[in-house]
């Protein structure tokens, strides 16, 4: 097996691996009543159906891309869409900066360690976010359409 199907493969599993997480951890949801062990239980769930979708739009580009081509040097089809997508993009990594600015804020003034490390959490992820997206309008911004 060549190593495109491979990969291909590979993908198709851990998809399958992100949903059945999804139902265990649904399930799991169900039957908890702690308030922070759900919150916990709900980003588990939320992170695996965004990687579910991660891979799953991961697999439908590399089934319309030749094997030769890498992922970044997709062709868009739309001349549109590059534009759309920059706009939205700017405005979700404001809105994610002010996010972080108030979170930070809020753990300033909570003594409450529980609340802390939970919001501290959701700073690193905006951190982690505005990054990723960083890299993302400096990737997809090099292709032509």
Known sequence: MEQREKLIQLLKQQIKIEKTHVDRITEMEKRVGNAAAKLLLLEMRLDSQKHEGILTGILKT?????PSQALWKH??????DPFVVKRELETHVKMETDVLAHVEEEMKHTKDEGLKLLLQHIADDERKHH???ETIVKNVYKINP
Request: glycine share 8%; aromatic share 8%; proline share 0%.
């Open 62 to 66: 590399l089934k319309g891309i030749s």
């Open 75 to 80: 062709k868009i089809e739309s001349y549109v």
């Open 131 to 133: 990054k990723i997206l």
